[in-house]
């Protein structure tokens, strides 16, 4: 059965203290691996799309990458305003149009 | 560019009553389109999503369904709310894979 874990659940950091986020995957022929940050309330802020393993995206001080069983959240230097859920998503196997959304994991960036 | 909406943005219903939440897509045609459901706390639960007019997939069985009347127009529906019904629901739309969301419904079911 298709699955996606992200990890750690939750994570607090320190200002400009870098850590990565994971989120591993159990799909057969991966289409691409979808990362979202979600305010409190709101829905879901697309980021980036990967889709090969070596693959790499760059936004401000995110940075996503990809293997063949998992994918990082590296968040380099981060301030507050990163506070969120991040969310990793794939399509699941042999089936077009759908995503299957890992259960996020909960950032908090302190002063 | 495409934008996306739904209302209401909140809403609290007694058990019983009927719901009706809408959603509509601008600067696009023939989407996909998506309702999920976010429990507190948890994950996006897919409940219903469309690839045309009239066509509607189920994902979960339960009390809600969901229609498709117009190519960006996107509706749920239940006759009967459930306490359980309670929830964060979010539409969205996407033309591949990638998926693009609303700001979402408070749902309180009292």
């Keep these: ?111 | 560019s495409q934008t996306i909406h739904q209302w209401p943005a909140t809403l609290v219903q007694p058990v019983g009553s009927p719901l009706s939440l809408e959603c509509t897509v601008e600067g696009t045609s023939n989407p996909n389109l998506y309702w999920y459901r976010q429990a507190a706390g948890r994950g996006l639960q897919l409940l219903f999503y469309s690839v045309g007019i009239g066509q509607i997939s189920s994902e979960v069985p339960q009390n809600l369904s969901a229609s498709r009347p117009q190519d960006r127009q996107f509706i749920l529906s239940s006759k009967k709310l459930l306490l359980s019904d309670s929830g964060f629901y979010l539409c969205a739309w996407g033309a591949t894979y990638e998926q693009y969301f609303g700001p979402g419904t408070r749902l309180t079911v009292t």
Excluded: M
């Design chain 1, 1 to 111: 059965e298709d699955q996606v874990t992200q990890s750690p659940e939750a994570l607090r950091l320190q200002e400009g203290e870098s850590s990565s986020l994971n989120c591993s995957y159990t799909v057969s022929g991966l289409r691409g691996l979808f990362w979202y940050r979600q305010d409190p309330g709101k829905g879901p802020e697309f980021l980036f799309t990967l889709y090969s393993a070596g693959e790499e995206k760059e936004k401000e001080r995110l940075k996503a990458t990809l293997t063949k069983k998992e994918s990082f959240l590296h968040i380099t230097a981060p301030k507050p305003e990163d506070s969120a859920t991040y969310l990793c998503a794939v399509p699941p196997t042999g089936t077009a149009s759908k995503l299957t959304f890992g259960t996020g994991t909960r950032l908090q960036v302190t002063l």
